[in-house]
């Protein structure tokens, strides 16, 4: 091949990496850049411009993919910087999804599972996909300050009303289920183990009129200090670890199918809280305790 259809060659591989309508003007303006950077560099060899100096040329100009890159952004399904989401959104999913699937010997057990887990990631790609898309048609929205200590006091106040209604519902499911059905009886295969219900599922309770009272203070106070979010770290592991226990002290219900479906959300709910225990620890390790020259504000 001689220089001219070096050119070409090299060209033509990068414009077929660019929109349709912009190919012909990059090609003009490719090729008399290319031809320019090649006599400029057979110049310094001292010698004429050949098949063989154009070639290393166009190598050191850089990759067809490269140089498209400087004409045109690509569109990135995943952006680098929402990589590690994308990572622990998968892993959390894969995670929670074989926490809901009970031990089992049937080998299309571990078919299913493995196909949920390749169907989440998939809509994980779906979503971050359209997500870059509209971003790029869009473009990014500006940077809005957040304080991170403020508390959303309606929110906490929410929050308390849940507890409150858990705490009823789990210690009381008979009274709630007559409430709503005009006076009908729990279904048997509904009634608690005796064990659970006696020595288990108070210390749940426990753990969440602690949290109601850490939301209340925050209600009352508007923002978070180190010490309320220890505490709040604090009683969420305790809720995890109560409920890993549950899972593996055995029954919560009398008959086993109820059981096994208890035992199953029991265990997601506990993976979910570990992530999310996990996380706020990573965060709080990595974060900035304060700027440089700035003294730390009082809690």
Sequence with gaps: MDVDMLIDAYVRDVTQLLPRKQRNDTALELRELLREELRSRAAACGGELDAKIALEG??????????????YEPWII?????????GFAALAGALVLLALTPLSDDPSRGDQVALAILAWVGCLVAYFGLWSAVQRRT????WVPRDRDAVNRA???????????GIVAYAAPAWLFAQFTHGHALPTRLAYDATFRATRLPVIFVLWACQAVLLAILAVRGRWN???????L???A??????TWFVAAGAVFQESVPNKFGLAYLSSFALLLAIDLGFKLYRGLGSVASLPGRAPTSA
């Design 58 to 71: 166009l190598r050191a100009f850089g990759t067809p993919q490269d140089v498209a890159a400087r004409y």
């Design 78 to 86: 995943i952006p680098a910087a929402r990589t590690r989401s994308f």
């Design 139 to 142: 473009g990014a929205k500006a």
């Design 155 to 165: 929110g906490s106040l929410a929050l308390i009303a849940l507890i409150g209604a």
């Design 226 to 232: 180190p010490v309320l979010r220890r505490v709040d």
């Design 234 to 236: 604090g009683l969420e």
């Design 238 to 243: 305790g809720v995890t670890l109560a409920l």
